[in-house]
T-cell receptor, first 114, second 113 residues
Framework: ETGVTQTPRHLVMGMTNKKSLKCEQH?????MYWYKQSAKKPLELMFV???????ENNSVPSRFSPECPNSSHLFLHLHTLQPEDSALYLC?????????????FGPGTRLTVT | QKEVEQNSGPLSVPEGAIASLNCTYS??????FFWYRQYSGKSPELIMS????GDKEDGRFTAQLNKASQYVSLLIRDSQPSDSATYLC?????????????FGKGTKLSVIP
């Protein structure tokens, strides 16, 4: 595996389900990010982990819960989501732990909440 | 509110022409600027980064930065149908603890054969 991988690629879940999205980066980077991309809206940063510590949380509802067990893995735990949470969820990583420099994206998870 | 503005398009150019994509940003004190290409249904792919005023060329792509005018652009020479995609401008703002990139909504480019 190379670059940034994400699983699953597609996910359909009901509002009462609990699921998790997984991201793995194979680039030796120091920072990892979760973004949400909805139709006709800019990419929205959700969470940032730098050197395995959460450093930014952009007013994301508590039904989204991130976890970063080590510098290569990032999870997004989902529970009691709403239909408006349906979107493309993108993971990214960067070498620079301060968030500067170039960010590289995974293929994304297309989430549909029914 | 830090903002990044792009024309949503679509911008249509004939094959072989130069496509010019523009982006303005709201904060004078900005550090880094990036262009991403996103094909429909795919994730953003980094194609150019620029950190100082002037031009930066990479193959058919040229990024231009003018910090005084708060303006960054991307030129694509000899446009190909495979360049048809949405192009996202992203800005890294300075400031302690500022980790995020701020993205524009993107400009959709269509290269007509």
């Amino acid at each position: 595996e190379t670059g940034v991988t994400q699983t699953p690629r597609h996910l359909v879940m009901g509002m009462t389900n609990k699921k998790s999205l997984k991201c793995e980066q194979h680039l030796g980077h120091n920072a990892m990010y979760w973004y949400k991309q909805s139709a006709k809206k800019p990419l929205e940063l959700m969470f940032v982990y730098s050197l395995e510590e959460r450093v930014e949380n952009n007013s994301v509802p508590s039904r989204f819960s991130p976890e970063c067990p080590n510098s290569s893995h990032l999870f997004l735990h989902l529970h009691t989501l709403q239909p408006e949470d349906s979107a493309l969820y993108l993971c990214a990583s960067s070498q620079d732990p301060s968030g500067g420099g170039e960010q590289y994206f995974g293929p994304g998870t297309r989430l549909t909440v029914t | 509110q830090k903002e990044v503005e792009q024309n949503s398009g679509p911008l249509s150019v004939p094959e072989g022409a130069i496509a010019s994509l523009n982006c303005t940003y709201s904060d004078r004190v900005s550090q880094s600027f990036f262009w991403y290409r996103q094909y429909s249904g795919k994730s953003p792919e980094l194609i150019m980064s620029i950190y100082s005023n002037g031009d930066k060329e990479d193959g058919r792509f040229t990024a231009q930065l003018n910090k005084a005018s708060q303006y960054v652009s991307l030129l694509i020479r000899d446009s190909q149908p495979s360049d048809s995609a949405t192009y996202l401008c992203a800005v890294k703002y300075s400031g302690a603890g500022s980790y995020q990139l701020t993205f524009g909504k993107g400009t959709k480019l269509s290269v007509i054969p």
